[in-house]
């Protein structure tokens, strides 16, 4: 009768796997060495034409100073139906963090424009300026619905578009009342 060997505790084969993990370069997925971003709200409400603004928090729940961190945002559009330039929408997309402490955190404001009806996705996501092949952590997703607007007079057009021929054909019918008369 052959006994079999005993099995590894538990404990050591994890101790095992977290160690290869480290010893491979593998990177939590959580975040760039402890930092983590979050968002003051999940959902916006606008109408077209309106700024809105959110904060993301940055945080670094790290041992060490987290420093050259870039945050930037993005905006896409969740049903693809309309095209988005994002520059449209805020002109301070990205933006260069002062070293964060460790347990330290920076909270920015990002002040957008609606600049598009629909329905749309708004992120930021976390890098180093090393450009190290770290993945960027990203705060959860801001949907932000954008209702348009219907306007008869878009912009203070229609006084424009109306008064022009009006006064053209005014110009016209006294041009040809004093050819008659002459």
Known sequence: MTRAR?????????AAVLALALASGAHAAAGTHGVSATVD???????LGRTFVFRSRIANDG????DGLIAHLNIVSLRGDVYVDP??????????LRPVGAGGSQTITWRLKAVSS?????????????GDDRPPVTAPLVAVGVAGRKTLNAGGILSVALGVPIAIGLVTAGLKLRRRRA
């Open 63 to 66: 041992a060490a100073t987290a």
């Open 87 to 96: 520059e449209d929408w805020s002109t301070h997309r990205t933006r260069y």
């Open 118 to 130: 629909g329905s749309f996705g708004v992120y930021v996501a976390v890098l180093r300026k090393r």
């Open 6 to 14: 005993p099995a590894l505790p538990v404990l050591a084969v994890a």
């Open 41 to 47: 709200r999940t959902s916006i409400r606008t109408e």
